[in-house]
């Protein structure tokens, strides 16, 4: 495993703002085959679906299927959250719904990163009362400094404090998915957009 990544090239910085590399890629296959080796193991035998939270979690989810060993089923569910540049509400609504019934089965959760956990408990919620045998978390990332919902997260790959981070499924204002390692973003960056929400907020 490398571990100078420091020296790693920043990849397509289109609007200068990425910053220094997390998670190199190389370290991002390993954990993601560790958890696919954990999820095999945990789900043998068990009627398993794997729900993709849309769009942040696509890529995470490509990787960690293929490290599952097991016969199982994936379907995907839109929910629309806040972004950096929509400092709208604080509320959830769903844009997909699933497309199967989770009736009796085994539900695992694939989300990419869970910052106040609104957004999943919101989602767990709803979840339930289509009564599941079980429902499970698997997130990328975990910044649990911000968290206000209770949560238990079975699996996660990173934890991280403070930053906001892009790469590998997460974006900044929807780009920056297609790196293949995860991101900070700059600090200018960020100020920036606090004083542009700010001014449409008029506060
Ligand atoms: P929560 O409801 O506060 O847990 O929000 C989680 C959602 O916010 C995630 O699904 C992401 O879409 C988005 N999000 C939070 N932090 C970041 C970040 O650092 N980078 C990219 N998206 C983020
Ligand atoms: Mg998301």
């Given amino acids: 495993m490398k571990d100078d990544f420091k020296n790693q090239k920043i990849e397509f910085d289109y609007d200068n703002i990425l910053g220094r ?3 190199p890629s190389e370290i991002i296959q390993n954990k993601v085959k560790e958890l696919g080796n954990r999820i095999t193991a945990d789900y ?9 939270i849309l769009r942040g979690a696509v890529i995470f989810l490509t990787d960690l299927i293929r490290n599952i060993r097991l016969p199982f089923s994936i379907d995907f569910i839109g929910i629309s959250s806040y972004g950096i540049n929509q400092p709208d509400s604080g509320i959830v609504k769903f844009t997909k719904d699933l497309e199967e019934t989770i009736y009796g089965k085994h539900v695992l959760i694939v989300e990419d990163i869970i910052d106040t956990g609104l957004t999943i408990s919101y989602l767990i919620r709803n979840l339930r009362s289509r009564e599941p045998s ?37 974006d900044y204002k929807q780009k920056y998915r297609n790196l293949e390692s995860i991101y900070e973003l700059k600090t200018d960056a960020v100020k920036k957009d606090i004083e542009e929400m700010k001014s449409t907020l008029n506060i």
């Avoid at 043998?44 to 993709?52: A, F, G, T, Y």
């Avoid at 699996?155 to 981070?165: L, P, Q, R, S, W």
């Fill in 21 to 23: 590399i997390l998670f």
């Fill in 44 to 52: 043998k035998d068990r009627e398993l679906v794997i729900v993709c």
């Fill in 134 to 170: 079980s429902i499970e978390v698997c997130t990328l990332i975990d910044r649990e400094v911000r968290r206000i919902a209770e949560l238990d997260i079975r699996y996660c790959a990173f934890k991280i404090a403070g930053k906001y981070v892009v790469g590998y499924g997460l």
